[in-house]
């Protein structure tokens, strides 16, 4: 397992930008594809972005297509979500996870997961 804390969240005008940050320990990083999903009260779960830990290869949830970007820094060992274009039902608790299969695709197995934080988009 790795642990993951998550940063970046906070209170922003829509039609603004945050980049969330996802800060991993364990030496087995370079080999987890890795994942944003997002939570409202009251809501299901839901996938945000992933990305594998070979080639890179990007995935994105239909609603934020566009207008989100997931990258990775391996060096630093953290994980990053630039988000643009903020509308308010971006609102939610957004939670970084860890795919072990290294894929980081929508129905991976993500196992790992961090605290959460929280991001409210006002109108």
């Known amino acids: 397992q790795v642990q993951l804390v998550e940063s970046g969240g906070g209170l922003v005008q829509a039609g603004g930008s945050l980049r969330l940050s996802c800060a991993a320990s364990?030496?087995?990083?370079?080999?987890?594809?890795m994942g944003w999903f997002r939570q409202a009260p009251g809501k299901e779960r839901e996938f945000v972005a992933g990305v594998s830990w070979s080639s890179g290869r990007p995935y994105y949830g239909e609603s934020v297509k566009g207008r989100f970007t997931i990258s990775r820094d391996n060096v630093k060992n953290t994980v990053f979500l630039r988000m643009n274009s903020l509308k308010p039902e971006d609102t939610a608790v957004y939670y970084c996870?860890?795919?072990?299969?290294?894929?980081?695709?929508?129905?991976?197995?993500?196992?790992?997961w961090g605290q959460g934080t929280q991001v409210t988009v006002s109108s």
């Open positions: 996870a860890a795919d072990p299969t290294g894929w980081g695709s929508p129905r991976a197995d993500f196992g790992s």
């Open positions: 364990g030496r087995t990083f370079r080999n987890y594809g």
